[in-house]
């Protein structure tokens, strides 16, 4: 079965320092989707991305956040100035389509990157 | 705002005995609504996803939820617990802009 892939699966870096997560959706997938859970709370919405732009964002998504889908298969988010809050699991997820009143395209996951900021 | 509540953050089962895992969900005229797993060190797999075609929806490894629109509850359910099922489990909902909107989370302990 199809699977979104994540790298690396656990990256530590400086505070300060710019980080870049990669992700790899499923192939025919057209929606792509980044979302983070901090130790001990809620996996959390930051970004939706489509037809190489941003379709929504959270509030977490401030200036140091950007994404990016720099070739036909992978997907980025880059944090620029990386601080300890930014410490978290980094989820990427993938959907076929936008879901329908008839059916809910489901969005697949990835293993995740535990960020750990020093 | 829309928001689903997991009722327990643990649940506590013997092998081989039924697993009841809670979830309510804020009205809404026509939610999409989610389970997915996560087990220890690895990523969100989906279990299930209600359609509003039937309201006893089937997922993988014999889990199934029952939609309940007049308790605005996805409750999920599997008869007999293995030690596999040992897991987080996370009731979501999808908003108007097609973002998840996670629950809390409800780890499963299996007892053997």
């Known amino acids: 079965e199809p699977e979104v892939t994540q790298t690396p699966s656990h990256q530590v870096t400086q505070m300060g320092q710019e980080v870049i997560l990669r992700c790899v959706p499923i192939?025919?997938?057209?929606?792509f989707y980044w979302y983070r859970q901090i130790l001990g709370q809620k996996v959390e919405f930051l970004v939706s991305f489509y037809n190489n732009e941003i379709s929504e964002k959270s509030e977490i998504f401030d200036d140091q956040f950007s994404v990016e889908r720099p070739d036909g298969s992978n997907f980025t988010l880059k944090i620029r100035s990386t601080k300890l809050e930014d410490s978290a699991m980094y989820f990427c997820a993938s959907s076929e389509a936008l879901p329908d009143f008839y059916s809910n395209q489901p969005q697949h996951f990835g293993d995740g990157t535990r960020l750990s900021i020093l | 705002a829309q928001s689903v509540t997991q009722l327990d953050s643990h649940v506590s089962v013997s092998e081989g005995t039924p697993v009841l895992l809670r979830c309510n969900y804020s009205?809404?005229?026509?939610?999409?609504l989610f389970w997915y797993v996560q087990h220890p060190n690895k990523g969100l797999q989906l279990l299930l996803k209600y359609t509003s075609a039937a309201t006893l929806v089937k997922g993988i490894n014999g889990f199934e939820a029952e939609f309940k629109k007049s308790e605005t509850s996805f409750h999920l359910t599997k008869p007999s617990a293995h030690m596999s099922d040992a897991a987080e489990y996370f009731c979501v909902r999808m908003d108007s802009s097609y973002k998840l909107i996670f629950g809390s989370g409800t780890r499963l302990l299996v007892r053997p």
């Open positions: 192939s025919n997938h057209l929606y």
């Open positions: 009205s809404s005229y026509s939610p999409s």
